[in-house]
């Protein structure tokens, strides 16, 4: 009969170990390679503890969206009105908390991210519907997307610019005072680096309980590079010091909003039934349905969690420009993509990692600045970055065999 | 004619299935015994593949009823027939390719803690039972964490038979198990019907190929154009007798005719 047949499955290969898989760690190497060339480029300028401050804060957003792009485009699909969704919930807050909210209230700004937090996830809600239920194309559900809440963004405050935020509200930017201290930095990297110790020790003695060979010495070598890598990245950050004084910023809080969510998302890709069924669904549809996992609840809750980054990622934007702008975001959906598709998710569906969207983010953002920095046009660094996609997925299908 | 006593294990009864206008199942009476091996016999869309896929809860029936140990059964979806006993080996294997063994063995039924809106999955024990299960069944299949697109054909179809074993059937509906498999993998295939079949579990073969299953059942049901040619006791009737009821709809003596049976044999 013809409602027999199945389409063939997708050829893709899922992570095992995300985190820290042998992609990933090439990809750290090429960003080595684009720093140390910028640098000698530059004249000196790239490795400096100020580029490297704001290269950070800036590739949080495009981070933090590239964590949810990277889940979609792990279910099949795409997700293209990021940069809207975040330029609508943006405008939103800024509407709430500028002209609606009174100015002086406490409870203003914590409330205005509240409710735009949950304008994300009825944004991704009205998207996820759309695609897993009505079966209408995440390709076009989103581009209508795009242009809808570009249009609401306008519409939010006839596209007024509205300023200032909250001072509170504007350390989610990362500016002066946005960051951690350096005392606070130093004490964050010693409690995570010790649970995230501890967390190893208990996985590698339940495994070895259950008589599997669980590779020690592996893992301690992984945990020393994490070690080293985090100790760097905070005393850089402590290095670069406020203007006029001799206090250090430490980490800012993009970064640690960033890191909240990579942690989560970590979580969540690599333990939870839900992220083995988003690989499910990506790698055979099919297959995932017969073995009855809700696949429809399942893309859903996808789109859901990319409307939320969205809007911690609207958050983050609207803090570091302190304005509320109908353009902001805009374009933005393009490198999430891009940072999530030169990390290792393929558009075909069932492969793509968390670790790996934030160092394609990180990747994007360095070439930027780097080009920036040696006096590039903005033209010129779009036709490099397109060059660069481009070639990170070439030579990511040469690399993983597939033809 | 039902030679087995007591109450079946499986009774489908006056079920249809329509895909737009076409008649894909209509009016299909079916039942099955514990410890029975019926074989499911028709030509490529005579509706055979559709019947089981809504007894695996793969599609809605849009009529017609289900008995599953004498208890009606709405059988909505494929976690309802998991709950009820009912296994099925897909002739696709319903397999993701792009997940190991262990996660494909436990595809939609991991062993999982909750917390809160979240299900940790429990992958050192998962891998644990996967390991104990899969060497049963093919001792030399050790590369668990490889992801099945790199896996044989006989590995492949030993994790969907795995799922089968490990989530104890009542029920197992095969639909071509041996369709791609090579000699000696057909005849472990054989080896293990006649094993569960000892151990009182209901098996539905579905084949388009009678020699693939002829030996192995005690009953065939023969579908043609959607409608049931007939029933009959393997014992009862010639494989050429099975033979002209698949191809010419013509029933035998010694086999009970179905409403698909063609009424003036020439």
Redesign the interface.
Known sequence: MTTESLDPPAMNVAPRDSGFNVRTLSLVGLLFVIAVTFHLLSGGLFLTARNLYNIVVQTSVVAILACGMTIVIVTRNIDLSVGSVLGCVGMVIALLQIQIFPQEAAWNWPLTVVIGLALGALIGAWHGFWIAYLGVPSFVVTLGGLLIFRGAAFEVAQGKTLAPFDPIYRLFGGGIDGALGVGPSWMLFVVIMVLYGLGEILVHRRQTRLGFHSKARAKVLRFALVLVAAAAFVATMNSYLKPRSDIGRGVPIPALVLLSVVLFMEFVTRFTTFGRYIFAIGGNIDAARLNGIPTRRTVLVAFITMGVLCAIAAVVTTARLNAGTSSTGELLELSAIAAAVIGGASLSGGRGTIAGAVVGALIIQSLESGMVLIGASSSQRMVAIGLVLMAAVFADKYLSGEE | METQTGKPLVEMRGVFKA?GG?H?VEDVDVTLHAGEVVAVLGH????K??LM?ML????RRDAGSVHIDGKAAELA???EA?ELGIE?I???????????AT?NLF????I?WRVGP????D???M??VAAKVISQLNPRFTNL?T?C?DLSGGQRQTIAIARAIHFEAHVLIMDEPTAALGPHETAMVADLIRELKSKGIGIFLISHDIHDVFDLADRVVVMKNGQVVGTANTSDVSQDDVLGMIILGKCPEGAIPGPGARSNPQ
């Not at chain 2, 490529?44 to 509706?47: E, S, T, W």
């Not at chain 2, 897909?90 to 190991?100: E, K, P, S, V």
């Not at chain 2, 979240?118 to 999955?121: C, E, H, N, P, W």
């Open positions: 895909f076409v894909a490529n869309g005579a509706g593949s559709t896929k695996a809860g793969a599609y979806s494929p976690a998991f099925t897909h002739q696709t294997l319903a397999l993701a390719d792009n997940l190991d996660a595809l939609g039924r991991e999982a979240f299900r940790i999955m992958s050192a024990r891998r644990d964490n992801p697109r």
